[in-house]
């Protein structure tokens, strides 16, 4: 496994170049040199180095058609002995006496003008492929996007300048506003190898101080990227006609060197140059002006009633602090704020004249000499609000417009009357509901907040005028809306509707330019669309046959989810991890079932395979009654067999893999439901997985995820195509009216919209919540059942084997070493079997609890949440961090024995006080007592320490006073392997006291050799 | 005094008549509009006796001043009186040196006003306090004058000729009387343009640098999550080509045509190339 690296050669009156280079594990650590210049002793040779990169995919061959083998001389720390490997590579715990040293590194270079190709094929590597990439290569990668970006908004000027003495047409980034922020966070992140190189890349003796700074590196790589991905996006050539020959005039000439491959202009006379290049210099600067502290603001606001006085006013407002807001008024009276330069007017006068620009009208402001307001007709005003208002905005200028300005003003409300004499009363609501039932319409036209009726609106249709006041409120009403209200007021507009032909208007949400604003509907059909239904159903009691206790929330989620059902409507269980969607789809299943006489289709359930044996365990604990059946692996059923088992069968559990493998038998099977667990899965609709599960059929559908969908609506468009096929319409039309308007422009009318579509079908509680909060235990303990893949398993299978033997012929002291050796060996496989062989072999895929883990956290993460992460092996959080940092890229701290106190404090102390969600790695010796870690609001225990007491304690410091919130620990337990047994032991002690097992691991070397054997057996159903 | 039968004054002899000369347009009444250029009549008509005076104004409403050159300092101007050789005129006030210039140039940057009022075409009344207060005065209290003429009188008629002329071009262009102070129009406001900001603007390529020396132990590790980095706040739609619309278009033209125009249309399509 290499692990490649990346360096940015910034370049010397030239542009800099890529550098790639990799760590080989595997090599030896440790050089014999003594010299001052040594060479690296575990980077790999390039043509290793090159064919690992290039074997894996098409896309890096080419772009690294052009990489030049070549050696260069990288300042790394290191000791006296040899480099300090990275993370990636496994480096142990960085100790003392480490020191920079020159080391000479065989590395691919590439051209800065391919760098950006290049990066953007090495950003996704094959995660089975033979390399990986490290943090420095991954930055660059992401800078890379962001030089995509910064062009593809035109964030960038043409400019001529001067390379190795040749002149050359070159694009160069404008950083103003987000981008300069932007660009500040990339040089705070640069991790420092990323500059280690000599700068222009000279291999010559040269000390570390020739190493480029972080300011001149990131500058000359994000130079070069944006020029790179600017001529990517550009036309071939900007002007038809003839190519200028070197004769034509400069300008021409350069104008086509910014386009097409070749940026040079050789033998361009200075003077010329000079000429060119000196506006073209003013004007980059003049780009930057907008970076000031202080920017003009303008503000728009509403004529008193009964006039038509629009007024925009002036001010100065700091732009990083929207509250230091000074009038222009107050400004020319004289009036100070703390932050404003010296000549405040200058500034004010400055940013109007530029404003000109995107605003012809303010001309008539600036002829004042003190321009501080300027009054607009409601036409003028109209204007402002749609084409000047966006650009100024987006110019870097303040602007405040009326809350109304750009809702859709115009839109339907439809109001449904169930008929029933009877009031509808909270308990009866739900009872005779169905879909066919038959309710009243009625649909009025909506301005602003009021309706108004066919004669308003033709009234208003004839004005014409774009900003109207309808009921004292302000409105935008465009040409094609008001068309779609003419037309709609001719239309149906009362009448008679099932319940569902009703839920498909709200689900379609009337059309894009007359949507529906508003619904008014009562009984069971007006709470299941107001998303209330969870709380207004009649609750379904816990069923009888499901071991333990509902809690109030689970009883209502329990109740949506029979109502959804009965009524043949797919729904999302969104609720957050650790709130017991497992339990609640269990007890649906339970609550189904109650009546013995009424036979139910089984449930087929698919999930990841790292859910497999949690699922199956779920089961058993909960409702041992069902009848499970798990249909995965190579001895699966198939055929007429498997036909049988699933007729006998209340709950089919299978993976995503064996669904789409078995599509065939499991189409032909008369499913009652069909449920998505981890339903992120199927979250690209596109894929073959979630074609497959959408072409299983079923009465009913069910989809179970803890990701917070609202926050990624292609996803939620492709869970809701699954649970409810067609309801939300083409995917096509979902992105133009909800996805872009939501994700681009933050359209709150459009996020209001798609909630009232979506929130009959989606129930999501919060742990944090505050009638979830009472509901839960302070702190919830779970344990996460997870399978040993088939080469964890045969591993396993031999280390018994092995183990045993020498188990056998020892005795005293020597065999409980032996067995202790057994169960740390057995442990570290259940770990990961490169844990057990400590090879710096790859990591993804060979471990169940990995698997697992990957999962959990993403999730954490994603909450925005933080967890400590506890394992007594050292070595096995050595090679978990770097992992874990790289599959979230977010920070993954990781506290270990080898640290120094007060890099201990700091870390604990980054943990309690950064914002950012996070992860905490702890050795659960090392972290003894003395932390509080109680920004933590999950614990994870990846293995198992067989004495409780040093595992609660361990959680504890997540779990003190001073916690508000609900802390989750998870414990990891491998099915079938010791593990298992050993956490049923504990079980039966703790049952009887909780201080029998307090003496850690000792009893387990008083066991017999039968005892011992029974131990450690591997029971088949733990292999996936 | 003679007066011929068309009403015309004359001296023994009489002027010679000038083609293209510098008549003022004002053929009665006041000369000098704008209350600057009212400034310098009045100091004129304060120390010029009537007669004189009057002479002055007929034969600037004449045109018998030639034509004046401004320079710093001094006015020069020829006048054609009777003699074949026209008459030399100069005006001189003090031109203020580079020191006090930036002095002016300090007080006038501190307030913006002066700098639109002035790019408007005016002085505002504001600009004379300002001078005062330096003790810089615009306007010059006396005026030294003198011409080639004989007359032993000061001033003469032709110096009052071309102080006529020269107070309706202040009237058309004030900045005249700035010029004679010792700044021309261009430089001025070059100048006022070029004040630096007093609050450093921020260099946005500015970064905080650290030395490799002190990053040994997390050598290989970002400062900040790559998430972190990735997250961009969401952003009100822009239209790519608004850098060229929203900056001062350089004067560049490539086959006559503006660059601005050229650039355009590609920049509309960045954010969606068309495929080719």
């Known amino acids: ?1024 | 005094m003679p007066v011929d039968p068309q009403g015309r004054w004359f001296d023994n002899t009489g002027p010679i008549r000038v083609d293209g000369g510098l008549a003022v347009r004002a053929k009665r009444g006041k000369i000098g509009e704008q209350w600057w250029s009212r400034r310098f009549v009045d100091i004129l008509e304060r120390t010029c006796d009537p007669g004189r005076l009057a002479r002055g104004r007929a034969y600037a409403r004449k045109g018998q001043v030639i034509d004046f050159e401004l320079t710093p300092g001094r006015v020069a101007g020829r006048v054609q009186g009777s003699r074949p050789q026209p008459y030399e005129v100069t005006i001189a006030i003090p031109a203020y040196d580079e020191a006090q210039w930036t002095r002016v140039l300090a007080a006038l940057g501190s307030q913006a006003l002066y700098r639109a009022a002035l790019l408007a075409g005016e002085i505002p009344h504001e600009l004379v306090d300002l001078f005062d207060e330096l003790e810089l005065p615009l306007f010059p209290s006396t005026l030294e004058m003198s011409c080639s003429c004989p007359d032993w009188g000061t001033p003469c008629k032709h110096v009052s000729a071309v102080l006529y002329v020269l107070a309706e071009a202040f009237d058309d262009d004030p900045f005249l009387v700035l010029a004679w102070r010792g700044r021309g129009r261009e430089g001025l406001l070059t100048a006022l343009r070029g004040l630096p900001e007093p609050v450093e603007t921020i260099d946005p390529l500015a970064v905080e640098e650290v030395e490799l020396q002190t990053r040994l132990t997390d050598f290989y590790t970002p400062a900040i999550s790559l998430s972190r980095l990735r997250e961009r706040p969401g952003r009100v739609t822009v239209p790519p080509e608004l850098l060229l619309r929203v900056l001062d278009a350089p004067q560049i033209r490539v086959r006559h045509i503006p660059l601005v125009d050229i650039l355009r249309p590609a920049y509309r399509d960045l954010a969606d190339p068309p495929s080719t």
Request: include cysteine.
């Open chain 1, 1 to 1024: 496994m290499l692990v490649v690296h990346g360096v940015w050669i910034a370049g010397e009156s030239a542009p800099g170049r890529l550098a790639l280079w990799a760590e080989d594990p595997a090599l030896p650590l440790t050089t014999s040199s003594r010299a001052r210049r040594r060479p690296h002793p575990f980077a790999v040779p390039p043509g290793a180095l090159a064919a690992a990169l290039t074997g894996s995919s098409d896309d890096v061959r080419d772009a690294l058609a052009k990489a030049a083998e070549t050696e260069l001389v990288l300042q790394l720390p290191g000791t006296a002995k040899g480099p300090l490997p990275s993370p990636e590579a496994g480096s142990e715990a960085p100790g003392r006496g480490l020191r920079l040293g020159a080391w000479e590194t065989p590395a691919l270079v590439l051209p800065g003008e391919l760098a950006l190709t290049a990066l953007g094929a090495l950003a996704e590597p094959d995660p089975d492929g033979p390399w990986i990439a490290a943090a420095s290569l991954r930055y660059l990668c992401v800078l890379a996007g962001h030089a995509c970006d910064m062009a593809r908004r035109g964030r960038m000027l043409p400019q001529l300048v001067v390379e190795s003495g040749t002149p050359a047409g070159r694009w160069r980034p404008v950083l103003t506003g987000a981008d300069a922020a932007g660009y500040r966070d990339f040089a705070a992140a640069m991790p420092p190898v990323c500059r280690s190189a000599a700068v222009g890349g000279s291999s010559d003796d040269a000390g570390s101080s020739a190493t480029g700074s972080v300011g001149r590196t990131l500058r000359d790589a994000l130079e070069v990227l944006v020029d790179a991905a600017a001529r990517s996006l550009m036309p071939e050539r900007m002007l038809l006609g003839l190519r200028p020959g070197p004769r034509t005039a400069l300008a021409e000439r350069w104008l086509f060197s910014l386009t097409g491959a070749d940026p040079s202009l050789p033998g361009a006379k200075p003077a010329d140059v000079a000429e060119l290049s000196k506006p073209l210099v003013g004007w980059l600067r003049s780009a930057h002006d907008a970076n000031g502290p202080i920017r003009v603001s303008f503000r728009l606001t509403e004529p008193p009633p009964g006039t038509d006085d629009w007024a925009l006013d002036f001010a100065l407002q700091s732009a990083d602090d929207p509250s230091l807001y000074l009038p222009a008024d107050d400004l020319w009276s004289g009036t100070r704020m703390p932050g404003l330069p010296a000549n405040p007017d200058e500034t004010l006068l400055a940013g109007l004249g530029r404003a000109v620009r995107l605003f012809p009208a303010l001309h008539e402001a600036l002829l004042d000499a003190r321009p501080a307001a300027m009054a607009l007709n409601t036409g003028e005003a109209h204007d402002f609000l749609r084409q000047a208002a966006p650009l100024l905005q987006a110019a870097g200028f303040g602007v405040q417009l009326p809350a109304w300005a750009g809702r859709k003003a115009v839109g339907l409300k439809l109001t449904t009357r169930t008929r029933s004499k009877t009031p509808s009363g909270k308990a009866a609501a739900d009872s005779g509901f169905g879909l066919e039932q038959l309710v009243d319409f009625r649909i009025d036209l909506v301005i602003g907040d009021g309706t108004v009726s066919a004669e308003e609106l033709a009234e208003l249709a004839r004005l014409k005028v774009p900003l109207v006041r309808v009921r004292g409120q302000w409105v935008e009403l465009d040409d094609r809306q008001l068309k779609a209200a003419l037309k709609a007021v001719g239309k149906r507009r009362e009448g008679e509707l099932t319940a569902g032909e009703v839920l498909q208007q709200v689900v379609d949400g009337g059309e894009e330019d007359l949507p529906l604003v508003e619904v008014d509907a009562d009984g069971a059909l007006g709470d299941l669309i107001s998303g209330q239904a969870a709380e207004r159903l009649t609750p379904v009691p816990t069923p009888p046959g499901f071991q333990g206790t509902l809690r109030p929330y689970q009883e209502r989620g329990l109740s949506w989810l029979h109502f959804l059902a009965r009524l043949g409507l797919g729904g999302i269980l969104a609720d957050d991890m650790g709130l017991g969607k497992t339990a609640q789809t269990l007890s649906l299943l339970l609550a189904e079932r109650v009546d013995p006489d009424v036979p139910v289709a089984p449930t087929l359930l698919v999930c990841p395979m790292s859910l497999v044996s949690n699922w199956q365990k779920e089961a058993a604990r909960f409702a041992p009654a069902l009848r499970v059946h798990v249909h995965h692996g190579g001895a699966r059923k198939r055929d007429d067999d498997f036909r049988s088992v699933v007729a006998t069968a209340d709950l089919v559990i299978t993976t995503y893999g064996t669904a789409l493998r078995d599509l065939g038998a499991l189409r032909e099977v008369q499913w009652g439901r069909i449920a998505c667990d981890e339903a992120q899965a199927i979250k690209n609709s596109g894929t073959r997985q979630a074609q497959a599960v959408r072409a299983i059929p079923a009465r009913t559908r069910l989809a179970l995820t803890g990701t917070p969908v609202e926050n990624h609506l292609a996803e939620l468009w492709s869970i809701m195509e699954f649970c409810n096929p067609g309801l939300l319409g083409p995917a096509k039309r979902f992105r133009r009216r909800f996805q872009e308007p939501i994700e681009v422009r933050g359209d709150a009318d459009a996020t209001a919209a798609l909630k009232r579509a979506t929130g009959p079908f989606v129930l999501r509680r919060l742990k944090t919540d505050k009638s979830i909060i009472s509901d839960l235990p302070e702190k919830n303990e779970m344990k996460v059942w997870c399978t040993l893949t088939a080469e964890q398993a045969t591993l396993y299978q031999a280390v018994v084997e092995d183990m045993m033997a020498v188990i056998d012929n020892s005795e005293g002291i020597q065999r409980r070493g032996n067995v202790i050796a057994a169960m740390t060996k057995l442990k570290q496989v259940c770990n990961h079997p490169a844990h057990l062989l400590k090879d710096g072999s790859r990591l993804p895929g060979r471990s169940g609890k990995l698997a697992r883990l990957e999962e959990l956290t993403a999730e954490i993460i994603e909450d925005g949440d933080k967890a400590l992460i506890f394992t007594q092996y050292s070595e096995f959080g050595t090679m978990l961090q770097p992992y874990l940092a790289a599959h979230l890229d977010r920070p993954v701290l990781w506290l270990h024995g080898g640290l120094s106190k007060a890099r201990r404090d700091e870390l604990v102390e980054r943990f309690q006080s950064d914002t950012e969600p996070m992860l905490f790695l702890l050795s659960l010796k090392a972290a003894g007592t003395g932390l509080n870690l109680t920004a933590a609001n999950h614990v994870i225990h990846v293995d198992r320490w067989w004495n409780p007491a040093v595992e609660d304690q361990a959680t504890d410091r997540a779990f003190r006073i001073g916690q508000s919130r609900n802390v989750q620990v998870r414990k990891f337990i491998c099915t079938g392997t010791l593990e298992e047994k050993i956490d049923a032991m504990i079980e039966r002690k703790k049952a009887l006291a909780s201080s029998v097992v307090g003496t850690g691991e000792d009893w387990v070397t008083d066991l017999n050799t039968d005892q011992l054997r029974e131990l450690f057996a591997l029971d088949p159903v733990a292999v996936s």
